[in-house]
T-cell receptor, first 113, second 116 residues
Framework: AQSVTQLGSHVSVSEGALVLLRCNYS??????LFWYVQYPNQGLQLLLK??????LVKGINGFEAEFKKSETSFHLTKPSAHMSDAAEYFC???????????FGPGTRLSVLP | EAGVTQFPSHSVIEKGQTVTLRCDPI?????LYWYRRVMGKEIKFLLH????????ESGMPNNRFLAERTGGTYSTLKVQPAELEDSGVYFC??????????????FGQGTRLTVV
């Protein structure tokens, strides 16, 4: 069975500061990993995904994530936070074809002026 | 290209009533998922269709929930009778058929269900 943990239900950063959102996963097979973002009153939007092609994955809006198998982690980073990054971020794991997505509890990011 | 569409966006019903949620996936997507998020908690899997067949319904809470996907196109999720604990946001997602598992899902905006 797969599971996802996200350290920190709420993270606050200053505008221009580094964003680091943590994600650790548990999977019995090599996983596929995803980061989704939910802006207020909207659905979930894909930021990026890891599918074993490269361990450092670049996504939209300047976000990137690095897959570290030894640490079972897939942390999300952005060098410089913008006010528009304020949203809730979800890490998800999928084991294989035909499996469903398993989501972490989410991290709400606040960006302070 | 139209995204995943969910109807209604909000629904407020009384305990004991019936509610039907609808999801129109992206055209050509074989996979259709239903998820639920209750009061800011985790997004929980409900079930997964591949075309019109139920691939996995292990997340359905109980037999008050019934999901269908007619002809492999749109899907409905009926709750009958609704209970207070059914309140939450119900998300639908769809994806292409994938052979390796790395295909992302596209989500609708969700239906916020409130049972009073």
């Amino acid at each position: 069975a797969q599971s996802v943990t996200q350290l920190g239900s709420h993270v606050s950063v200053s505008e221009g500061a580094l964003v680091l959102l943590r994600c650790n996963y548990s999977s019995s097979v090599p996983p596929y990993l995803f980061w989704y973002v939910q802006y207020p009153n909207q659905g979930l939007q894909l930021l990026l995904k890891y599918t074993s092609a490269a361990t450092l994955v670049k996504g939209i809006n300047g976000f990137e994530a690095e897959f570290k198998k030894s640490e079972t982690s897939f942390h999300l980073t952005k060098p410089s936070a913008h006010m528009s990054d304020a949203a809730e971020y979800f890490c998800a794991v999928k084991a294989n074809y035909g499996q469903n997505f398993v989501f972490g509890p989410g991290t709400r990011l606040s960006v302070l002026p | 290209e139209a995204g995943v569409t969910q109807f209604p966006s909000h629904s407020v019903i009384e305990k004991g009533q019936t509610v039907t949620l609808r999801c129109d996936p992206i055209s050509g997507h074989d996979n259709l998922y239903w998820y639920r998020r209750v009061m800011g908690k985790e997004i929980k899997f409900l079930l997964h269709f591949v075309k019109e067949s139920k691939q996995d319904e292990s997340g359905m809470p109980n037999n008050r929930f019934l999901a269908e996907r007619t002809g492999g196109t749109y899907s409905t999720l009926k709750v009958q009778p609704a209970e207070l604990e059914d309140s939450g946001v119900y998300f639908c997602a769809s994806s292409f058929r994938d052979n390796g598992g790395g295909t992302e899902a596209f989500f609708g905006q969700g239906t916020r269900l409130t049972v009073v």
